[in-house]
């Protein structure tokens, strides 16, 4: 308003006067903006209300169509995901079946440590008859055929051994059972020696 707030003199009651009126100016013209401000404003934020509800509906309406397709499309997916597990599962039960039947073969020199000779032989012809087939080895097959090579040399060398024991125990028995018979044989001479001694002497003192 022209004014020029720094010639007012607030030491005298004139300036005190006109300072307040100059004051009480400024604060109108600044309630008066956010006055006028909030009046322009008013039709802006209807329109961005109505905006905002156009938009909640829309969104509500197409999400109407999407969640029935979005739930099917979920359903597929586990159907998917679950005949995935399935096969999955089926394929690690097949390949464990053929690996139990390796590592049968595997285990067989120490399943037969304590056996006998012809035990151990016994053996020797099941894995020699048991049939090494695509069927039951799958794509194994050329290791399974490589361990039974492995395994059978393996445990012909524990048949051989365990026969040397055999022969080894035969022989100790043989000769324990020559001694017990030479024991008893030399315990019947010398029975026999007594009785003999014994009767001359009965005879001497007839």
Same mark, same amino acid.
């Given at each position: !308003?022209?004014? !020029?707030?720094?010639? *007012?003199?607030l030491t005298t009651t004139k300036g005190d006067k006109e300072a307040r009126r100059a004051r009480a100016d400024i604060v109108s013209i600044r309630t008066s903006a956010d006055k006028a401000y909030a009046e322009w404003n008013k039709p802006i934020l209807a329109e961005q209300r109505l $905006?905002? =509800?156009?938009? #909640?509906? *829309?969104k509500e309406e197409v999400e109407k169509l999407e969640r029935p397709i979005d739930e099917q499309i979920k359903a597929e997916e586990a159907r998917r995901e679950a005949e995935r597990q399935a096969k999955a599962a089926a394929e690690a039960a097949r390949v464990k079946v053929i690996r139990d039947r390796i590592a049968v073969i595997a285990g067989l020199p120490t399943a037969v440590v304590d056996m006998s000779s012809q035990e151990i032989a016994d053996v020797i012809s099941d894995l020699k008859a048991a049939p090494l087939t695509e069927e039951r080895f799958a794509e194994f097959l050329q290791e399974a055929a490589d361990l039974v090579g492995q395994m059978l040399e393996k445990l012909e060398a524990l048949r051989q051994s365990a026969a040397s024991r055999e022969e080894r125990e035969l022989a100790i028995v043989a000769a324990q059972r020559q001694l017990e018979e030479g024991r008893r044989a030399q =315990? $019947? $001479? $010398? #029975? #026999?020696e007594r009785e003999r001694l014994a009767a001359e002497a009965a005879a001497i003192e007839e």
């Open positions: !308003r022209g004014r !020029r707030t720094n010639d *007012i003199q $905006a905002r =509800e156009k938009v #909640a509906y *829309i =315990e $019947a $001479a $010398a #029975a #026999a």
